[in-house]
Nanobody, 122 residues
Framework: QLVESGGGLVQPGGSLRLSCTASGLFLNFYAIGWFRQAPGKEREAVSCISSTGSTTNYADPVKGRFTISRDNAKNTVYLQMDSLKPEDTAVYYC?????????????????WGQGTQVTVSS
């Protein structure tokens, strides 16, 4: 089971760090992705990281602002979000791709968390 945490309300330009951890699943074997879904919109890919952390990918809207990382000793993946914009408001989900390589494609991920709300507003 995956659990996301770290969401909340932040002003434009602010930062948040999301965490994704798991129980009963060793994340270090797998690529992990972060995704988001805004109200009335489809779920979209944000970022992913390979099992070793050597490869990361980012969707264009977040490049240069978000950073994905992982601590396999803690069985946790992070998403550092800086320079947040109102359009980043969404429920953020982490998910497991049961392979080591990172691909920014929702269809490649088959174990999902329940999500954490991120709201960027003044």
């Amino acid at each position: 089971q995956l659990v996301e945490s770290g969401g909340g309300l932040v002003q434009p330009g602010g930062s948040l760090r999301l965490s994704c951890t798991a129980s009963g699943l060793f994340l270090n074997f797998y690529a992990i992705g972060w995704f988001r879904q805004a109200p009335g919109k489809e779920r979209e890919a944000v970022s992913c990281i390979s099992s070793t952390g050597s490869t990361t990918n980012y969707a264009d809207p977040v490049k240069g602002r978000f950073t994905i990382s992982r601590d396999n000793a803690k069985n946790t993946v992070y998403l550092q979000m800086d320079s947040l914009k109102p359009e980043d408001t969404a429920v953020y989900y982490c998910a497991v791709r049961h392979f080591s390589l990172c691909i920014l494609d929702l269809g490649e991920y088959n174990t999902w968390g329940q999500g954490t709300q991120v709201t960027v507003s003044s």
